[in-house]
T-cell receptor, first 113, second 110 residues
Framework: EAGVVQSPRYKIIEKKQPVAFWCNPI?????LYWYLQNLGQGPELLIR????????DSQLPKDRFSAERLKGVDSTLKIQPAELGDSAVYLC???????????FGSGTRLTVV | QKEVEQNSGPLSVPEGAIASLNCTYS??????FFWYRQYSGKSPELIMS????GDKEDGRFTAQLNKASQYVSLLIRDSQPSDSATYLC??????????FGKGTKLSVKP
């Protein structure tokens, strides 16, 4: 069974530029999460999807961040415009609906210069 | 007070010793608890889950839960250099999402 797939693995952009990250969850997993992890910190939730619906986006900075999950499968997280403080690892995870533990993808390491 | 607290370490133990990692949480209503291992530059990997008071053993790993004290721990017996990683404690919050601590960095010395 393929795991959670994320791309790209690394991205370097200049500040004020847009950037997008893509995630393909484990087949059959209804729930998809985007987390942000700063160096030396634990992951922090940005948004959670149940199928196509964003059920918790309270921590998503909506002035510059947006996300979508079309057809309840793949998801895209976008930042526009990026700021220096957005440099971090962006992790996608998925689980069965109501699942107790979830599986993370390999993450995208973003560097904003 | 942060919702999930861990000592950031580093915790250094000799090879073959028992490593003890601790975690406290603030939401008394929490019911589900997890330990993730994260190697440097890699993503978190689920190693243990525990839902009831007491101990749960899986190979060299034992998770312990005390809901009255709001305390979760992870014991690693016969520690190996390959166990060197950051261990993240996670608690399922009221919204259904996992809330992570900052993690404890473990170093096992040969």
């Amino acid at each position: 069974e393929a795991g959670v797939v994320q791309s790209p693995r690394y991205k370097i952009i200049e500040k004020k530029q847009p950037v997008a990250f893509w995630c393909n969850p484990i087949s059959g997993h209804n729930t998809l999460y985007w987390y942000l992890q700063n160096l030396g910190q634990g992951p922090e939730l940005l948004i959670r999807y149940e199928n196509e619906e964003a059920v918790d986006d309270s921590q998503l900075p909506k002035d510059r961040f947006s996300a979508e999950r079309l057809k309840g499968v793949d998801s895209t997280l976008k930042i526009q415009p990026a700021e220096l403080g957005d440099s971090a690892v962006y992790l996608c995870a998925s689980s069965l609906q109501g699942g107790y533990g979830y599986t993370f993808g390999s993450g995208t390491r973003l560097t904003v210069v | 007070q942060k919702e999930v607290e861990q000592n950031s370490g580093p915790l250094s133990v000799p090879e073959g010793a028992i490593a003890s990692l601790n975690c406290t949480y603030s939401d008394r209503g929490s019911q589900s608890f997890f330990w993730y291992r994260q190697y440097s530059g890699k993503s978190p990997e689920l190693i243990m889950s525990i839902y009831s008071n007491g101990d749960k053993e899986d190979g060299r790993f034992t998770a312990q839960l005390n809901k009255a004290s709001q305390y979760v721990s992870l014991l690693i017996r016969d520690s190996q250099p390959s166990d060197s990683a950051t261990y993240l404690c996670a608690v399922r919050g009221s919204q259904g999402n996992l809330i992570f601590g900052k993690g404890t960095k473990l170093s096992v010395k040969p």
